[in-house]
């Protein structure tokens, strides 16, 4: 089974702040990689889906980038209604969520 | 409007059964996969079965293989999650999602959770 491992696990930033987010995979997958939003008492939302490509109608300060095994997600200019959890997850083989990274404001 | 509406959750005891449905809107429920995720209390997600377009090609987690059934009914647009042998361990939300595409990709759209609490 394919592990991914996020890190951080928990994130402090202050509004404005560049936050970066790291996933990385037990073996290469490519670029079958996505990136979701999950605030608290909500459904997960798509943010980033194979590495790189932004969902229709989410705000350009996300980003996502890698391939293989290493891959980033990144909030240029953070914004309070970002605070939530970010999860990456893989479909190479089978599917496997991350951790998550709880991001608060500071 | 896509729409995903859980239902079938509750209180069962170790052991028992329990069937998940998802009725889906919105758009044409036999050109996507399908998948079941859950979250534990203060926990992350994790993917627990997904079903190919035409079913096709079902996949479950380590976690929950030979003890539940992911199903779908393309003519009623319904997708279930049959859980059989239940423990403890999978008390969670349990959320149907939408992929992108026909086979397993990202999941694009997501219902609210049903709450599947087991309990003696």
């Known amino acids: 089974d394919i592990q991914m491992t996020q890190s951080p696990s928990s994130l402090s930033a202050s509004v404005g702040d560049r936050v970066t987010i790291t996933c990385q995979a037990s073996q290469d997958i490519s670029d079958y990689l996505n990136w979701y939003q999950q605030k608290p008492g909500k459904a997960p939302k798509l943010l980033i889906y194979?590495?790189?490509n932004l969902e229709t109608g989410v705000p350009s300060r996300f980003s996502g980038s890698g391939s293989g095994t290493d891959f980033t997600f990144t909030i240029s200019s953070l914004q309070p209604e970002d605070i939530a959890t970010y999860y990456c997850q893989q479909y190479d083989n089978s599917i496997t969520f991350g951790q998550g990274t709880r991001l608060e404001i500071k | 409007e896509v729409q995903l509406v859980e239902s079938g959750g509750g209180l069962v005891q170790p052991g028992r059964s329990l069937r998940l449905s998802c009725a889906v809107s919105?758009?044409?429920?036999?050109?996507?996969?399908m998948h079941w995720v859950r979250q534990g209390p203060g926990k992350g997600l994790e993917w627990v079965s997904s079903i190919t377009w035409n079913s096709g090609s079902r996949g479950y987690a380590d976690s929950v293989k030979g003890r539940f059934t992911i199903s779908r009914d393309n003519a009623t647009n319904s997708l279930y999650l049959q859980m059989n042998s239940l423990r403890a361990e999978d008390t969670a939300l349990y959320y149907c999602?939408?992929?992108?595409?026909?086979?397993?990709?990202?999941?694009?759209?997501w219902g609210q959770g049903t709450l599947v609490t087991v309990s003696s």
């Open positions: 194979d590495a790189s």
């Open positions: 919105g758009f044409t429920f036999d050109d996507y996969a």
């Open positions: 999602a939408k992929d992108a595409q026909a086979e397993a990709s990202s999941f694009d759209y």
